[in-house]
C-alpha cells in the first residue's frame, strides 16, 4: 500500500462517517479538529494514530486541526516536551497535512501550538459563571474526603453554600490566600449519578506552583475535564476526537458547555480505541521510567516506540502514516502485532532503499588464482524494484571479506552457503570454492583461502553454472568501515506490562553494536536514503555520524527472525 497523503481513496471509519455526514448536512461549515497532547514526555506511536486520524480528517474534509498543549498541570509538564512534542507533528505531517495546521497567530513562527493555559483567564471567568448560575461551589473538603464521599454518594455540607459566599472564596482562591488542597471549586451536578464523573467533580484546585507558560501567575488550576471542553468550545472545535477512556467523561463534557448556554452549534465528543502494540510500552510515564533510569539512551532512543525514536532508527513519517491508515480506527480495545508496523517498513524500504553490499562480521576470503594488485569494477544494481536507480560500480579485489556465519566448517545438510570443498557465488561476481581454512591458535578460523572460477561473472563462459548459495562480500583493500547498531525489541515479551515490572522484561540483546566492512559507496551516504545491506536489513545514517564516520542503525531486518524463532520453539 502506499502513502495515504498520495491516496486517492481516502480512509473510511466511524469517525469519518459522521464528519462526512455533519458536513453534508450542514451542521458545520468548517471541520474543526485538535491533538492535545499533554507535555509531560514525548510523543509515541500511539499519538501518531490520533495525529493522522485528527490531521487526516482536517486534510480530507477541507479543514484545519489545531495542536494544543493540554497544559493544566503545573508540575511535569516542560518546554522541552512542548518543543519536541512540535518538532514531531511537524516532521509527521510535513509534506502531507501541514496546510491543514491551525495557528495561533499567522504572523507567529510556525510551531507555536495553542495553549490551553492560554485560556485560563477565559476558563475561570466561565467557572465565575458557573457559581453565578448555582451550578459550582467551593468546597473545604480535603481530597480524600472528596473522593470518599463522591463514592458514597455523599453530598458536601458546603454544597448549599450562598453564592455570594462561594464568588469571595474562589476569587481568594485565585488570590493565593489558602494552601495547596484546602478547597476547591466543584461543578453542582448530581452525587447519586450512576456515572461517576457527575458526582459533583472538581473544577479548579489549589497549586502554589509555577507552571511552565504561566509562570507564578495562578495559584488554581482547572482539571482536565474542565478546561479540556473549553479550550474546545474557545478554539472553535467541532469534533473533538479521543481516546475510548474519555466515553465516561462525555456526560461532563456535554453538562459543562450546556450548562454555561454557550452558543450552538457545540463541540462534539467522540472516541476511538487506542492504539496497543506488542513488545513494548507505551504510556509516557512508563517510557520516562526507561529513560530516567538510563535502561536507555535518551527519548530519541532508537529502541524507544517514541517518534523521535522511531525517526533516529530510520523509520519514515511516510511508513508510520501508512501504519496508521492500516491499522484503521474502531471502538473496540486490541492489540495491534509489532509486526503490522514493521510489515509497513519493509514494503516502503524495498521498494525505496538504495541496495549496498556490507559485512557485519567479517571473515577475510583470499582468492588464490586472483591477480595480486588486480582491481575490476563491476556492476550492481541500485534497486531491482526500480529500475530508475540504475547501477554502480563495486570493486573486486584478491582479498575479500565475507559475512563470518556464511562460512561453517562442519554444516548441517542444506547447508548452500559456504564450507570447505563447497562452493557459492558472489554476489555480482564469481563463483568461488573453498580449499583451506585457516585457524589461529584457538582454533578460530581467520581466513579462507579461495580459488575463482573466473569464466563465472555476468556475461562469462560459466555463469550460468548452477550453484545453490550466493553470499555478499565486500573487498578488503577498498572496503570502509562503519559503526553499526543492531537494535531489537526492547522487550522479550509481547505484553511486558501485562504481568510484573515491565523492566524485568527489557531483551538484553536489544542493542549489539558492530564494525561492519562497507563498500566504498556507502561514503556518500546520505541521512535521507534507506540502505538495504543487502541480505541482512534496511539501514539508515543515525545523526552521530561525522564525516569519515560513519554510523548507522538498522531499521529493521529483512524479514521476521522473531516469528522464525517462535516456530522453533
Ligand atoms: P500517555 O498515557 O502515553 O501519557 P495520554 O493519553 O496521557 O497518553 P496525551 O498527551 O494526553 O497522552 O495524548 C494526546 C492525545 O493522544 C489524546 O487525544 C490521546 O487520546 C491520544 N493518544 C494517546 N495515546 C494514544 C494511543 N496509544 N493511541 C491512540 N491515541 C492516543
Ligand atoms: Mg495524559
Given at each position: 500500500m502506499s502513502d495515504p497523503a498520495n491516496e486517492n481513496s481516502a480512509p473510511s471509519d466511524f469517525i469519518r462517517d459522521i464528519v462526512a455526514e455533519d458536513v453534508r448536512s450542514g451542521k458545520y461549515t468548517n471541520i474543526h479538529t485538535r491533538f492535545p497532547p499533554e507535555p509531560n514526555g514525548y510523543l509515541h506511536i500511539g499519538h501518531t494514530k490520533a495525529i493522522c486520524l485528527n490531521f487526516g480528517i482536517a486534510h480530507e474534509f477541507g479543514g484545519i486541526c489545531n495542536v494544543r498543549?493540554?497544559?493544566?498541570?503545573?508540575?511535569?509538564?516542560e518546554t522541552e516536551y512542548v518543543d519536541s512534542i512540535m518538532a514531531d507533528i511537524h516532521w509527521l505531517i510535513?509534506?502531507?497535512?501541514e496546510k491543514n495546521l491551525g495557528l495561533?497567530?499567522?504572523?507567529?513562527?510556525?510551531?507555536?501550538p495553542f495553549f490551553a493555559s492560554d485560556y485560563f483567564e477565559q476558563i475561570y471567568a466561565f467557572a465565575v459563571q458557573l457559581v453565578r448560575k448555582g451550578k459550582a461551589y467551593v468546597c473545604d473538603l480535603s481530597a480524600e474526603q472528596t473522593d470518599e464521599y463522591r463514592r458514597l454518594g455523599k453530598e458536601s455540607p458546603?454544597?448549599?453554600?450562598?453564592v455570594a459566599e462561594n464568588l469571595d472564596l474562589l476569587a481568594r482562591m485565585k488570590a493565593g490566600e489558602f494552601p495547596d488542597g484546602a478547597r476547591t471549586l466543584r461543578a453542582?451536578?448530581?452525587?447519586?449519578?450512576?456515572?461517576?464523573?457527575?458526582?459533583?467533580?472538581?473544577?479548579y484546585r489549589i497549586r502554589h506552583a509555577a507552571h511552565h507558560?504561566?509562570?507564578?501567575?495562578?495559584?488554581i488550576y482547572p482539571l482536565y475535564d474542565f478546561a479540556h471542553c473549553l479550550s474546545d468550545y474557545i478554539e472553535g472545535i467541532t469534533h473533538s476526537v479521543c481516546t475510548l477512556e474519555f466515553e465516561v467523561h462525555r456526560p461532563l463534557y456535554d453538562w459543562l458547555l450546556e450548562a454555561l448556554d454557550l452558543p450552538r452549534p457545540l463541540p462534539h465528543q467522540y472516541e476511538f480505541a487506542r492504539l496497543n502494540l506488542t513488545y513494548t510500552v507505551m504510556s509516557k510515564r512508563k517510557l520516562k521510567q526507561l529513560v530516567d533510569d538510563g535502561l536507555?539512551?535518551?527519548?530519541?532512543?532508537?529502541?524507544?516506540?517514541?517518534i523521535s525514536g522511531m525517526r533516529r532508527r530510520g523509520v519514515t513519517a511516510s511508513v508510520l502514516r501508512d501504519f496508521a491508515y492500516r491499522i484503521g480506527i474502531t471502538k473496540y480495545p486490541s492489540m495491534t502485532e509489532v509486526d503490522a508496523l514493521e510489515y509497513a517498513m519493509r514494503d516502503e524500504f524495498n521498494r525505496t532503499a538504495l541496495r549496498r553490499l556490507a559485512v557485519l562480521h567479517p571473515l577475510k576470503v583470499v582468492i588464490t588464482n586472483y591477480p595480486e594488485g588486480k582491481t575490476e569494477e563491476l556492476e550492481a544494481v541500485n534497486n531491482p524494484e526500480d529500475p530508475g536507480a540504475g547501477t554502480r560500480k563495486v570493486p573486486f579485489s584478491r582479498e575479500l571479506y565475507i559475512e563470518s556465519?556464511?562460512?561453517?566448517?562442519?554444516?548441517?545438510?542444506?547447508?548452500?552457503?559456504?564450507?570447505?570443498g563447497g562452493e557459492v557465488r558472489l554476489k555480482y561476481a564469481y563463483i568461488i570454492k573453498c580449499d583451506e581454512v585457516i585457524k589461529d591458535s584457538s582454533g578460530q578460523v581467520t581466513e579462507l583461502r579461495c580459488t575463482a572460477d573466473?569464466?563465472?561473472?555476468?556475461?562469462?563462459?560459466?555463469?550460468?553454472?548452477?550453484?545453490?548459495g550466493t553470499i555478499h562480500w565486500v573487498s578488503a583493500a577498498h572496503a570502509i568501515a562503519a559503526e553499526v547498531r543492531l537494535y531489537d525489541r526492547l522487550?522479550?515479551?509481547?505484553?511486558?506490562?501485562?504481568?510484573?515490572?515491565?523492566?524485568?522484561?527489557?531483551?538484553?540483546?536489544s542493542l549489539e553494536v558492530v564494525t561492519a566492512k562497507c563498500e566504498p559507496?556507502?561514503?556518500?551516504?546520505?541521512?535521507?536514503r534507506r540502505y538495504q545491506f543487502e541480505r541482512l536489513g534496511y539501514f539508515a545514517l543515525d545523526p552521530d555520524s561525522r564525516p569519515g564516520r560513519l554510523v548507522f542503525n538498522r531499521?529493521?531486518?529483512?524479514?521476521d527472525t522473531w516469528a522464525k524463532e517462535a516456530k522453533k520453539k
Open positions: 498543549m493540554d497544559d493544566t498541570n503545573p508540575e511535569k509538564e510535513d509534506g502531507w497535512a495561533k497567530q499567522k504572523s507567529e513562527n510556525r510551531s507555536a458546603d454544597r448549599d453554600r450562598i453542582k451536578i448530581d452525587m447519586q449519578a450512576p456515572n461517576m464523573w457527575l458526582r459533583d467533580p472538581v473544577l507558560h504561566t509562570g507564578d501567575a495562578w495559584s536507555v539512551k535518551g527519548w530519541d532512543d532508537p529502541r524507544l516506540p517514541t556465519a556464511d562460512f561453517m566448517e562442519t554444516p548441517p545438510p542444506k547447508y548452500f552457503r559456504l564450507k570447505p573466473l569464466e563465472s561473472k555476468s556475461g562469462g563462459a560459466t555463469s550460468n553454472r548452477k550453484i545453490k522487550f522479550t515479551v509481547p505484553e511486558p506490562d501485562a504481568e510484573g515490572d515491565f523492566k524485568s522484561f527489557i531483551n538484553p540483546h559507496s556507502l561514503g556518500e551516504a546520505k541521512a535521507e531499521t529493521i531486518t529483512l524479514r
